[in-house]
T-cell receptor, first 111, second 116 residues
Framework: GDSVTQMEGPVTLSEEAFLTINCTYTATGYPSLFWYVQYPGEGLQLLLKATKADDKGSNKGFEATYRKETTSFHLEKGSVQVSDSAVYFCALRDSSYKLIFGSGTRLLVRP | GAGVSQSPSNKVTEKGKDVELRCDPI?????LYWYRQRLGQGLEFLIY????????KSGLPSDRFSAERTGESVSTLTIQRTQQEDSAVYLCASSLAGGARDYGYTFGSGTRLTVV
């Protein structure tokens, strides 16, 4: 079945460092891909999405490009801030209704 | 409402008791989902509603778990005879259309259930 694999955390960075969180997927069809973020004590929020190959989703300085050839959707940010500390979830949605999530990656940004 | 509302936000219950968790989706969202998030783990799909019917209940872990939705609005997740392994955050989400590929979900803040 469809699945999402994320790099294990926690990822610890200093402020203004470059961030990459790896995400790869397995799907039989052509899914839409999402990144969700969960800040401490809050619910999940949609961060960005891409619906077809080579699309780039972006929001709040974060970017991710839908790479069909490598079945990947890595999350990147050029300069992280302390306020970016959160848990990040990669997810896919195929032709059905269900969002399938990765296990989440905790990011800790130190001042 | 403006967002997905869940209640209670926290629930502590004794092992063996029944609990009810409530979700009030965004007005007009026909699709509603329940997920479970155990400590330090990802999201586990429980059940999906389209309108008032549940075409996919495949994620419910046992027959102690049930859910219903009325009026294409509020949904209730019921856990009977709670066990310690039921301790988790239960998340509800809603979406404009269950089958649209490019729709993400809007999540509620969750109910943190602790079984002691």
């Amino acid at each position: 079945g469809d699945s999402v694999t994320q790099m294990e955390g926690p990822v610890t960075l200093s402020e203004e460092a470059f961030l990459t969180i790896n995400c790869t997927y397995t799907a039989t069809g052509y899914p839409s891909l999402f990144w969700y973020v969960q800040y401490p004590g809050e619910g999940l929020q949609l961060l960005l999405k891409a619906t077809k190959a080579d699309d780039k989703g972006s929001n709040k300085g974060f970017e991710a490009t839908y790479r069909k050839e490598t079945t990947s959707f890595h999350l990147e940010k050029g300069s992280v801030q302390v306020s970016d500390s959160a848990v990040y979830f990669c997810a896919l949605r195929d032709s059905s209704y269900k969002l399938i999530f990765g296990s989440g990656t905790r990011l800790l940004v130190r001042p | 409402g403006a967002g997905v509302s869940q209640s209670p936000s926290n629930k502590v219950t004794e092992k063996g008791k029944d609990v009810e968790l409530r979700c009030d989706p965004i007005s007009g969202h026909t699709a509603l989902y329940w997920y479970r998030q155990r400590l330090g783990q990802g999201l586990e799909f429980l059940i999906y509603f389209q309108g008032n019917s549940a075409p996919d209940k495949s994620g419910l872990p046992s027959d102690r778990f049930s859910a219903e939705r009325t009026g294409e609005s509020v949904s209730t997740l019921t856990i009977q005879r709670t066990q310690q392994e039921d301790s988790a955050v239960y998340l509800c989400a809603s979406s404009l259309a269950g089958g649209a590929r490019d729709y993400g979900y809007t999540f509620g803040s969750g109910t943190r259930l602790t079984v002691v």
